[in-house]
């Protein structure tokens, strides 16, 4: 594997690579990002990964300065997966200037689910998103389903801009009990870890109800939240969407997707299911 840290050396390997099939990843990697590595050299060529933690998305208070940077075993893991390329810019790099003056502003969705919560991330997203997409020059790009909100932000960006590019969905990688594969999780202490799979439980709860007929949206995510609450969690949100512009579902709509996010001491946990009535 071939490690780049700057844009002018990434794009001399690029000239020559041919097909790039793009995994970007904040690092910190589990069996989830692994799982796009292989959907990634299923497609035949090259497999790219960027490690960069993007400063631009997240917000005041939140784990920047604190979130895991594990490099050397993140390389570790992308040799055994086979990845070709893995780039790796500083901040400086990606930011030359002390501020992005120029930034990729999504629509009205960004303020709405994790948006509410977290001002100004799907913008900080949708931009360094672009600049690696830019600097890549993908084929193909690989996201994860788990970052349900995130995936069609960037789904809609790249049919809005006429990028030349696959967005590929990968389903979330999950635990034995169900827990979402997450780099967060490592925050979670011993007790926490074995309650967190109650986040999954419930959106499946939702899911089995609606798959059996169930039309009260608010009965349903209001039993979800008042049960997550009641075992500690701080809840953000529990809500039922269509999934494709994920805006509100209602009774009769055949693609929904039921999103949770909640608190659970340290790290803030986010989940999805997917609901298709046939």
């Not at 993140?74 to 990606?94: E, I, N, R």
């Not at 790009?141 to 995130?150: E, P, S, V």
Request: hydrophobic residues 40%; aromatic residues 8%; charged residues 25%.
């Amino acid at each position: 594997m071939q490690i780049f840290t700057t844009v002018a050396e990434f794009r001399a390997w690029r000239k020559t690579a041919g097909q790039v099939a793009f995994v970007p990843t904040m690092g910190n990697l589990h069996e989830g990002h692994i799982s796009l590595c292989q959907a990634a050299k299923a497609r035949g060529g090259k497999v790219v990964v960027s490690i960069f933690v993007n400063p631009l998305q997240f917000g005041q208070g939140e784990d920047f300065n604190t979130y895991p940077r594990t490099f050397e075993a993140d390389c570790d893991k992308l040799v055994a997966a086979g990845v070709d390329a893995l780039f790796h810019p500083t901040v400086d790099q990606l930011y030359p200037r002390t501020e992005q003056q120029y930034k990729v502003e999504p629509p009205a969705i960004q303020n709405e689910l994790c948006g509410q919560f977290r001002p100004g991330h799907f913008r900080g997203v949708a931009t360094v998103v672009t600049k690696l997409f830019n600097i890549v020059q993908p084929d193909a790009a690989m996201f994860g389903k788990k970052d349900y909100q995130q995936l069609k932000v960037i789904e809609g960006m790249v049919a809005d801009l006429d990028m030349p590019i696959e967005i590929v969905p990968v389903d979330t990688g999950r635990a034995s009990d169900g827990l979402a594969l997450s780099s967060r999780n490592g925050y979670l202490t011993a007790e926490e870890r074995a309650e967190a799979p109650r986040l999954y439980r419930n959106l499946m709860a939702i899911k089995t109800a609606l798959e059996a007929g169930a039309t009260d949206f608010v009965k349903l995510t209001e039993a979800a939240r008042a049960d997550l609450e009641n075992h500690g969690w701080r809840v953000d949100y529990v809500e039922i969407r269509d999934q494709q512009r994920l805006e509100h579902a209602r009774p009769g709509d055949r693609e929904m997707v039921v999103l949770g996010a909640a608190r659970l001491g340290k790290p803030r946990l986010i989940d999805n299911l997917e609901v298709t009535l046939g």
